[in-house]
T-cell receptor, first 114, second 114 residues
Framework: DQQVKQNSPSLSVQEGRISILNCDYTNSMFDYFLWYKKYPAEGPTFLIS?????DKNEDGRFTVFLNKSAKHLSLHIVPSQPGDSAVYFC?????????????FGRGTQLTVWP | KAGVTQTPRYLIKTRGQQVTLSCSPISGHRSVSWYQQTPGQGLQFLFEYFSETQRNKGNFPGRFSGRQFSNSRSEMNVSTLELGDSALYLC?????????????FGPGTRLTVL
């Protein structure tokens, strides 16, 4: 049972434009959410996170929005750059009961073209 | 500070054999988690160790096992390999068991079962 879902396997965006990656979750106990970026032949790299007490977190070009009522979060990248081309994974955690376990979505391949 | 290291990086085995994968966390990190990544399933949680104790286990058969040593290094073992065990095995470390610790991933071990 996939508790974290990324329904778009791929996204193609022109350089300089905004990239919006979406993620939905089903477990209302999740209280911490993360985005990871993964290049081929490398492990996932932590990008940005947000706890359930917030609805927005910003770090440079990356902003994560959390809508708890809709059980939805999104990652905005502005402006998009060719180096952002990678697979992006959304992950969630219920720190109260699952400790270090992260539940991952299946990833979205982002391609930023010049 | 050195990142998470995993050895070996690539491994080819045949069905029925067993395999041991190794993970060295970031210096000072005491928590280690293991994930299996396959194209169809994304990242699936295997288990998590903290201070040599397994705190959490995912939905994998008993052929998958692991342990953590006093220096926080971890190993995972897969016995009686099956073709479906072919995957990228990722290890992640985090500082301790406090909430909201990001997990840092190693490059993974690519296991191919023939």
């Amino acid at each position: 049972d996939q508790q974290v879902k990324q329904n778009s396997p791929s996204l193609s965006v022109q350089e300089g434009r905004i990239s919006i990656l979406n993620c939905d979750y089903t477990n209302s106990m999740f209280d911490y959410f993360l985005w990871y970026k993964k290049y081929p032949a490398e492990g996932p790299t932590f990008l940005i996170s947000i706890s359930s007490i917030k609805d927005k977190n910003e770090d440079g070009r990356f902003t994560v929005f959390l809508n708890k009522s809709a059980k939805h979060l999104s990652l905005h990248i502005v402006p998009s750059q060719p180096g952002d081309s990678a697979v992006y994974f959304c992950a969630a955690s219920d720190r109260g009961s699952t400790l270090g376990r992260l539940y991952f979505g299946r990833g979205t391949q982002l391609t930023v073209w010049p | 500070k050195a990142g998470v290291t995993q050895t070996p990086r690539y491994l080819i085995k045949t069905r029925g054999q067993q395999v041991t994968l190794s993970c060295s966390p970031i210096s000072g990190h005491r928590s280690v988690s293991w994930y299996q990544q396959t194209p169809g399933q994304g990242l699936q949680f295997l288990f998590e160790y903290f201070s040599e104790t397994q705190r959490n286990k995912g939905n994998f058969p008993g052929r998958f096992s692991g342990r953590q040593f006093s220096n926080s290094r971890s190993e995972m073992n897969v016995s009686t390999l099956e073709l479906g065990d072919s995957a990228l095995y990722l290890c992640a470390s985090s500082l301790d068991d406090r909430p909201y610790n990001e997990q840092f991933f190693g490059p993974g071990t690519r296991l191919t079962v023939l």
